[in-house]
């Protein structure tokens, strides 16, 4: 009886991939800034168009916070920098 075995490989990029863990980018209500402020970095920093960011600004205003973007850790945390240097309340996790 004959065992045949068969071999896979891999590139560099896809065994990196596959360790990645998904980290969220939270943002979380606070007292300070406004709904036009969030909706605004929302759009600026993150992308999302109007409507988008508006119902993000609503759930975090009824919910106190929102995921708000997924990746890497090291891309989280740049994110987060930006929004807290506009003064928003961020945090990975």
Request: net charge negative.
């Amino acid at each position: 009886m004959s065992t045949e075995t068969k071999e896979e490989t891999f590139t560099l990029e896809e065994i990196l991939t596959s360790l990645k863990t998904v980290h969220r980018l939270i943002l979380w209500n606070d007292e300070i800034n406004t709904f036009d402020h969030v909706i605004y970095c929302m759009m600026k920093y993150l992308d999302y168009n109007e409507s988008q960011a508006e119902k993000i600004a609503w759930k975090v205003h009824n919910e106190g916070k929102c995921p708000v973007l997924e990746g890497s850790f090291t891309e989280m945390e740049v994110y987060r920098k930006i929004l807290q240097q506009e003064g928003l309340t961020a945090s990975v996790d």
